[in-house]
């Protein structure tokens, strides 16, 4: 088994960049205090995904990453994943979960089927708060069957995540030469892809003008990459500006970022786990 197949390393960083953003002063301390509880649950479940797959391999998706689900693995992890997020979820977020662990296993299936179809391809409705319990929990296993397919070489730009078809989440610039490169994350499956640095990757737009940049003084690595065409903005991390930044941890800590945007009427394409 590989380490990308683990996982373990992934979701140390992870962690560990959340205990180092989390600060007495932030806003978003709240958020990362309970985004390392729900990443430390997804560090073991993705070892035992990993430790399942090597009892009883499964192939790699043939019809692509959404195709069934593996209840057998799953399931008996669900009830522990529930208190994990009932005991240091926010008020609201925990009596969800508190709701949800009353309810027979069938509607867990469905839930998380639902999720497991919908989920950054016809969700656009569903808000991070109400897919919050499926997507966290499925993030391991999405990122554990990627890890499991082969990748063919991208030839253009795609709006849309080549391996899964959801919309991204975030961007990432990484150092190229005297600049960097830009690339999108995908917000299912964890993935990235490179994309183009003057384009839109909601409508397409590439008219410089169009597409403001906004970069807060304080966190100059975090920037707001909006566009007056379609209204809409993704988030960037600039990781030739941070070589220690975590592109999914630090847009979570990124709340000054999202209030400004919004206030400047431009709305996030897709939310982040927990609709920072
Ligand atoms: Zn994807
Ligand atoms: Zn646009």
């Not at 959340?18 to 932030?26: M, V």
């Not at 993935?191 to 397409?204: D, K, N």
């Not at 690595?221 to 600039?238: G, N, Q, S």
């Amino acid at each position: 088994m590989t380490a990308e197949q683990t996982g373990g390393t992934q979701y140390k960083t992870r962690i560990a960049r959340a205990e180092q953003l989390s600060s007495p002063h932030s806003a978003a301390t709240e958020f990362l205090d309970f985004y390392k509880q729900v990443a430390s649950f997804q560090k073991l479940l993705r070892a035992n995904i990993a430790a399942a797959h090597e009892v009883k391999p499964s192939s790699a998706p043939k019809a692509g990453l959404r195709e069934e689900l593996d209840f057998t693995v799953l399931l008996p992890h669900f009830r522990g994943y529930l208190s994990v997020i009932e005991q240091h979820a926010p008020p609201a977020l925990a009596e969800s979960a508190r709701q949800m662990a009353l309810l027979a296993s069938d509607s867990w299936i469905a839930s998380l089927e639902a999720y497991w179809q919908h989920a950054g391809r016809y969700d656009q409705q569903v808000g991070a708060f109400a897919q919050f319990p499926a997507r966290a929990f499925l993030q391991p296993y999405a990122e554990f069957r990627t890890s499991l397919m082969a990748r063919a070489p991208l030839v253009g730009t795609t709006r849309l995540c080549p391996l899964c078809g959801s919309r991204p989440l975030v961007g990432v610039l990484r150092p190229e030469g005297d600049g960097g490169k830009r690339f999108l994350l995908c917000s299912f499956c964890s993935q990235e892809w490179e994309f183009r640095r003057i384009l839109c990757p909601t409508c397409g737009e590439e008219a410089e003008d169009k597409l403001p940049v906004y970069v807060a003084e304080e966190t100059p690595h975090v920037r707001v990459e909006a566009c007056d065409t379609c209204k809409f903005y993704l988030r960037t991390i600039d990781l030739t500006k941070d070589g220690h930044a975590v592109p999914l941890v630090d847009d979570l800590a990124a709340i000054p970022h999202t209030l400004w945007a919004h206030e400047q009427g431009y709305s996030r394409l897709q939310p982040n786990l927990l609709g920072t």
